[in-house]
C-alpha cells in the first residue's frame, strides 16, 4: 500500500484536480477534522496520546465526494494522512478491535481495555483502534443520513436511532474519580464521543460503505435515485466528525498489525 505523507505533498496533490477526475471523483476538497481533541479524558502522562490527537484533529478528512468505486486504489480517495499518523504511533502497547455488530458490546470491551490498560497496568499512552464495519459501521453516520435512508432497517429494530453517538449524562462526571460507578470512565459513558474524548480511533470501511449503498438501492431506499457510486459517495460525506476512512477493514487490519496493534475481536 503507497502512503503518501507530509502536508505538503498532499496540498500538491489537490491541486492536480486533472488527477482527481482521473480517478472518478468530482471533487476531493479536503478539511481537517474538527473534532473535540480536549485532553481531560486522558490520563495524566498521556503526553504521546495526546499528541496524536491534536495530529489526527489536523488531519484532512475528505468529505466531498460525488462519486466513488467499489475499489479504493489511490490514497487521495481515503483518508490517508489520519491513518498514516495511526500506523505511525510509536507508544505501545496499542490494539485495535475487529468491529462488526451494532447490538454488540463493542464500546463497553474497548472502554474496559482502555480502564485495565491505563489503570491497572500503568500504560497512560495505550490507543485503542476501532477497525468498524458490518452493521457497526451504521454507527459512524450522523443521524440526519438515519433519517434519511432508514438506516433503523439496517442496523435492527433496537436502534431507532443512532443512540451510539449521543452524549450521556456520565460525561458530566469528574475526570479525576476513575472509580465513580456512574462517570465518565464507567458503563453509562459508553458512546463513540466519550471514547474519542479518550482518544480511541474509530476507522470508516470504504467496503462497508459500498456494500450498504447497495443495500439500500435494492430495498429501494433511494430517494435521489443516485448510483451506487454517488450513494457511497453521499454516505462517506456523513461520516461523523473525526472518523478515519480506510480503504477496507479487514484489508487494513494487516497493516494496522504489522505496525504492532495487537488484534482483538
Not at 21 to 27: D, R, T
Not at 93 to 108: A, R, Y
Not at 189 to 212: K, T, Y
Request: proline share 6%; net charge neutral; hydrophobic share 40%.
Amino acid at each position: 500500500m503507497k502512503i503518501v505523507t507530509g502536508r505538503r505533498g498532499v496540498l500538491r496533490a489537490f491541486a492536480l484536480s486533472t488527477a482527481a477526475g482521473a480517478i472518478g471523483l468530482a471533487s476531493a476538497r479536503a478539511r481537517p477534522a474538527s473534532a473535540a481533541v480536549e485532553s481531560a479524558l486522558t490520563p495524566p502522562g498521556a503526553t504521546d496520546l495526546d499528541a496524536l490527537k491534536q495530529r489526527l484533529a489536523r488531519a484532512p478528512r475528505r468529505r466531498d465526494f460525488k462519486t466513488v468505486p467499489m475499489i479504493l486504489t489511490n490514497p487521495e480517495q481515503w483518508d490517508h494522512e489520519a491513518l498514516t499518523e495511526v500506523l505511525s504511533y510509536k507508544s505501545a502497547p496499542k490494539q485495535v478491535w475487529d468491529n462488526t455488530g451494532i447490538g454488540s458490546p463493542w464500546l463497553n470491551l474497548m472502554r474496559n481495555s482502555l480502564n485495565s490498560q491505563i489503570w491497572s497496568f500503568k500504560h497512560p499512552d495505550f490507543l485503542a483502534v476501532s477497525v468498524t464495519h458490518g452493521t457497526a459501521h451504521l454507527a459512524l453516520y450522523d443521524q440526519a443520513t438515519w433519517d434519511k435512508y432508514q438506516l433503523t432497517r439496517l442496523a435492527g429494530e433496537k436502534f431507532k436511532t443512532n443512540t451510539l453517538i449521543l452524549e450521556r449524562k456520565a460525561a458530566t462526571g469528574d475526570p479525576a474519580d476513575y472509580e465513580d460507578p456512574a462517570g465518565p470512565f464507567s458503563g453509562e459513558d459508553n458512546s463513540i464521543p466519550a471514547l474519542m474524548r479518550r482518544g480511541v480511533v474509530f476507522m470508516s470501511c470504504h467496503n462497508a460503505i459500498w456494500e450498504q449503498a447497495g443495500a439500500l438501492i435494492k430495498a429501494d431506499v433511494n430517494p435521489d435515485k443516485l448510483s451506487q457510486g454517488a450513494l457511497a459517495a453521499e454516505l462517506t460525506n456523513h461520516l461523523i466528525d473525526g472518523v478515519v476512512l480506510i480503504p477496507g477493514a479487514v484489508g487494513t487490519l494487516p497493516e494496522l498489525q504489522q505496525a504492532g496493534f495487537h488484534y482483538a475481536t
